[in-house]
């Protein structure tokens, strides 16, 4: 059984580009969510996905977007790339929001420069 | 707001030894409180997930308990080996639905 996928695993860009990171769920999971990790803040939760509604939302700016797909693929847009977006950007799948094990993929790790 | 706090940050251990690693959380009114296991610039491994009406979850050489009331989680890892040197994390879920983490502890098996 695959685990969740992340795409792609290291990024460079530039201050003020935009990126789109890309999450495959476990096969049979509606529930995505992202998590932004960085050595001063720790796990950051940005967003939580379920049949393509976005569920909850964290304390980032509105630069941070995302979406799912109606093969509960999803992804996440960060506009205007500022120094500070540069973090371990992972995603969690899960059977459904509330209460099941989370499981995490290996990261996309965003530098900007 | 929930708030997890992991103590110690950093542990060093030889190995064979038993170790206990601590979690504990502000907020009682959670769904369940997940383990993970972190090794460098990689993802999270699921190691143990407790649901809030267990006391304690066992995988292999570990061991989990989770005290609701008090807001506590201990992780038990018997007789270490260097393999288990990682970052491990607690997370809590509560009604909120997000997973709300600890900074984690550093764990480094001596061999």
């Known amino acids: 059984k695959a685990g969740v996928t992340q795409t792609p695993r290291y990024l460079i860009k530039t201050r003020g580009q935009q990126v789109t990171l890309s999450c495959s769920p476990i096969s049979g999971h509606r529930s995505v969510s992202w998590y932004q990790q960085t050595p001063g803040q720790g796990l950051q939760f940005l967003f939580e996905y379920f049949s393509e509604t976005q569920r909850n939302k964290g304390n980032f700016p509105g630069r941070f977007s995302g979406r799912q797909f109606s093969n509960s693929r999803s992804e996440m847009n960060v506009s205007t790339l500022e120094l500070g977006d540069s973090a371990l950007y992972l995603c969690a799948s899960s059977l459904s929001p509330a209460n099941t094990e989370a499981f995490f993929g290996q990261g996309t790790r965003l530098t900007v420069v | ?111």
């Open chain 2, 1 to 111: 707001k929930q708030e997890v706090t992991q103590i110690p940050a950093a542990l060093s251990v030889p190995e064979g030894e038993n170790l206990v690693l601590n979690c504990s959380f502000t907020d009682s009114a959670i769904y369940n409180l997940q383990w993970f296991r972190q090794d460098p610039g990689k993802g999270l491994t699921s190691l143990l997930l407790i649901q809030s009406s267990q006391r304690e979850q066992t995988s292999g050489r570990l061991n989990a308990s989770l005290d609701k009331s008090s807001g506590r989680s201990t992780l038990y890892i018997a007789a270490s080996q260097p393999g288990d040197s990682a970052t491990y994390l607690c997370a809590v879920q509560g009604g909120s639905e997000k997973l709300v983490f600890g900074k984690g502890t550093k764990l480094t098996v001596n061999p």
